[in-house]
T-cell receptor, first 114, second 113 residues
Framework: DTEVTQTPKHLVMGMTNKKSLKCEQH?????MYWYKQKAKKPPELMFV???????INESVPSRFSPECPNSSLLNLHLHALQPEDSALYLC?????????????FGPGTRLTVL | AQSVTQLGSHVSVSEGALVLLRCNYS??????LFWYVQYPNQGLQLLLK??????LVKGINGFEAEFKKSETSFHLTKPSAHMSDAAEYFC???????????FGAGTRLFVKA
């Protein structure tokens, strides 16, 4: 099984709402990633977890809060977002997070902030 | 810092024609290089990757890429385009010693019937 699943597929939220994105993998991977992708742009790295510890935070605003409850699950908690945060949010996982590891991507959550 | 440059934001080919998508990298050490494909409203899927060893890398769906150190290039080719190849293609380099993968700006491939 080389699948990364993400829920929900689509999310519409107001600027005062609190919501969460969920990502799951059962490949035994120990590194998990959140990316943000705007239309016609490449993915931008937001966070990396390695062995359930936050390893990289790419200076992401605090209105985005990641959580890694266990080695299979990754959440992204959203609060007080801005319209410019509307984007496709992609989750990925890799074996160890080492250079050269293949990243396996989920289908993404399309987020619209009104 | 490592980076990748994809030449051409859009490439259009006829069905059955050669596909050539260009990627150049900058790296002071031997890089790990990837090509990913993204179909509309989907995540990215690995086509192929270069780590070490053979410089001609074969991937899925008939794609291949050649690592040329002297030219710092990793161009993606396919001998005969199919309509189903229409997608966005990203070249990427993996940062040595770290967790980051640096993506190029992407090339949109159009395939004409």
């Amino acid at each position: 099984d080389t699948e990364v699943t993400q829920t929900p597929k689509h999310l519409v939220m107001g600027m005062t709402n609190k919501k969460s994105l969920k990502c799951e993998q059962h490949m035994g991977h120990r590194a998990m990633y959140w990316y943000k992708q705007k239309a016609k742009k490449p993915p931008e790295l937001m966070f990396v977890y390695s062995y359930e510890k936050l390893s990289i935070n790419e200076s992401v605003p605090s209105r985005f809060s990641p959580e890694c409850p266990n080695s299979s699950l990754l959440n992204l908690h959203l609060h007080a977002l801005q319209p410019e945060d509307s984007a496709l949010y992609l989750c990925a996982s890799s074996q160890e997070g080492l250079a050269g590891d293949t990243q396996y991507f989920g289908p993404g959550t399309r987020l619209t902030v009104l | 810092a490592q980076s990748v440059t994809q030449l051409g934001s859009h490439v259009s080919v006829s069905e059955g024609a050669l596909v050539l998508l260009r990627c150049n990298y900058s790296s002071s050490v031997p890089p790990y290089l990837f090509w990913y494909v993204q179909y509309p409203n989907q995540g990215l899927q690995l086509l192929l990757k270069y780590t070490t060893g053979a410089t001609l890398v074969k991937g899925i769906n008939g794609f291949e890429a050649e690592f040329k150190k002297s030219e710092t290039s990793f161009h993606l080719t396919k001998p005969s385009a199919h309509m189903s190849d229409a997608a966005e293609y990203f070249c990427a380099v993996s940062e040595t010693g770290g967790f980051k993968t640096i993506f190029g700006a992407g090339t949109r491939l159009f395939v004409k019937a």
